[in-house]
């Protein structure tokens, strides 16, 4: 896979902290010409400096023609990670769902409308989308996130089906806590459901790397998220009560 990567144009969205700067360091120490995007541009202009990448700031919905013309045209890459952990519940405000849809699944849909094209056309192209175990399962205190999340997988889930046989290939992230700001964010919940078992960023990148030597679809950085999952298919009710005993333990904690 290291191979494969030698002058390959990659593009990692919110890539200025966290997972999408771990993104583009370990793409970046495999040959790749990394575009470095991240609303902050001067934190994408750090990790640019840093691996000899192209910073590109602004919005992750609307970089793909820039970051394409800083490639030279090929983007063979592209890594829809950047996202916004928005907590609460159906009362959360209409602006916080808004930003939750549009960041966490919209910029995925407007970037793959962009590429794909170009890729079905050479046949080949790569989408990697940093979803999130809880879209896959759920995150308690967090309606806006774990909803969306689940769109983001279900839209690369549907790419992966899609255009498979045609040369593109997708990979859905889905790790439980990772040491970011994001996570840090998430307060009690986070705290209780994630901080015990949360990993680096790059030990997600790692695994993305290990899972596109073997072309897999589903990258778990955490493995046991692999049992959660099946346990909230074959025994739902189970499984519900058993998130529900942490929904009260949080409550019991003060929230």
């Not at 969205?13 to 609303?39: E, K, P, Q, Y």
């Not at 590109?56 to 090929?74: F, H, I, K, N, Y």
């Not at 705290?191 to 695994?207: C, F, W």
Request: aromatic share 6%.
């Amino acid at each position: 896979m290291v191979e494969a990567m030698q002058d390959a144009g990659v593009v990692v969205t919110g890539a200025g902290g966290g997972i999408g700067a771990a993104l583009a360091r370990r793409f970046a120490a495999a040959g790749a010409r990394v575009v470095v995007n991240d609303l902050d541009g001067a934190k994408a202009g750090v990790v640019a400096d840093e691996i000899g990448g192209i910073a590109v700031p602004g919005d992750a919905s609307t970089v793909v023609a820039e970051a394409r013309d800083a490639l030279g045209g090929t983007v063979d890459v592209y890594c829809a990670n950047a996202g916004v952990g928005s907590g609460g519940s159906e009362a959360a405000p209409e602006q916080v769902w808004g930003l939750a849809w549009d960041v966490n699944v919209m910029a995925h849909v407007r970037a793959a409308n962009q590429l794909i094209p170009a890729w079905l056309e050479r046949g080949s192209g790569r989408f990697v989308s940093t979803v999130s175990a809880a879209g896959l399962l759920t995150m308690v205190g967090a309606a806006p996130y774990s909803v969306t999340k689940h769109g983001a997988y279900a839209f690369a889930e549907w790419l992966s089906l899609t255009y498979r046989h045609r040369g593109l290939k997708v990979h859905a992230i889905c790790p439980q806590g990772v040491r970011t700001d994001m996570l840090a964010g998430t307060g009690s919940a986070g705290d209780l459901v994630l901080l015990p078992t949360a990993i680096e960023p790059e030990a997600v990148a790692d695994a993305l790397f290990a899972g596109m030597e073997e072309d897999r679809f589903l990258i778990l950085p955490h493995p046991e998220v692999a049992e959660y999952y099946q346990a909230r298919a074959a025994t739902p009710e189970r499984w519900l009560t058993s998130m529900n005993h942490i929904q009260q333990k949080w409550e019991a904690d003060g929230r």
